[in-house]
């Protein structure tokens, strides 16, 4: 989408704030970061929704929820663009709290009863109210908990372990499941994988992307989907573009793929048919 602001283009740009006839321009970091509670409640973000498809049967088994921000001036904006400001000033707590709500709300609408993943920040996990959100968000939408996944990427979990492997059990312990994100960018310990019971593991486009010579990116991805069903994880690859991606992941019995390939990001599943008034 031309009209998306990565974060390199939004840093560099200053806001356009209209207010009662005056052009006002604002640093856009902190501008964007206050203005993230007043968007939320004025209904500025919407979710996306990408597939993830199961390599044996192809079918579509769940679809991950990815948020954007309609903004009145600035247009479209990508999570790159407001997700890191909205960590560090702790507005995420509020607007992950909206995504994780909504993204549940849209799955139990959904004519089929696919997974449905979302993305939880870290000062979310360590708030104090998280799992009792979660508890809320399931309840209130009517979504069977075993449809719920959550994404945590590792640097989220280098903090607060102990904190973590409990709030971990007490989500599972509800029926719904814990996904490792972006394996294999940045940390990737094997202190992490040991530690944390996952249900799923998410390996990061980066390594099927990766510049290594074909073989040894195959014996990377081969390893790394043996440490994954070691742990008892089922194990999916991102970024997957190309049939021949898809193919050689099939072959090598990888579990899941989500990519372009397979589906970009958009509105997601059929709804349900309303029913007559
Ligand atoms: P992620 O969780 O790893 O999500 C996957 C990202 O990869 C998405 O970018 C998706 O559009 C992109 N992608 C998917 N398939 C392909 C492909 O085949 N090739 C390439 N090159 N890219 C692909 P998006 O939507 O811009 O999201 C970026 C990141 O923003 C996400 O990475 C996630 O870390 C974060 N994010 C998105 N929504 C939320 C949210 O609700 N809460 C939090 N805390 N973070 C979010
Ligand atoms: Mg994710
Ligand atoms: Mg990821
Ligand atoms: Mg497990």
Redesign the pocket.
Known sequence: DAAMYTAKEQSSEAAVLYSEGLLEVTSSRRYLGRRVPAAVAGGEFEL?Y?PQSSLRSSAVVGW????RWRHPVLGLL???AF?PIA?ANGT?VE??TW?LRHACHDAAQWQEPARIA????AA?LVDADFVPTVARALADSGLEPHRLEL?I?ESTLIAHRRDVIEKFAAIQAMGALIAL??FGSGFSSLDTLLAFNFDRV?I??SVLQSSLQPLRTRNVLRAILALGHALTASVLV????TEQQRDLLRTEGFDEI????TG??GIGPKLRAMLPA
Do not use: M, W, Y
């Not at 979302?118 to 920040?121: D, I, K, L, M, Q």
């Open positions: 996306q990408q991950e929820a990815l948020v990508a999570p790159d997700i960590e995420i607007l992950g995504v979302v993305n939880v920040s979310q994404e990427t994100d972006d998410k990061d486009r991102e970024g997957v573009e989500q990519g372009f390939l970009a990001p």
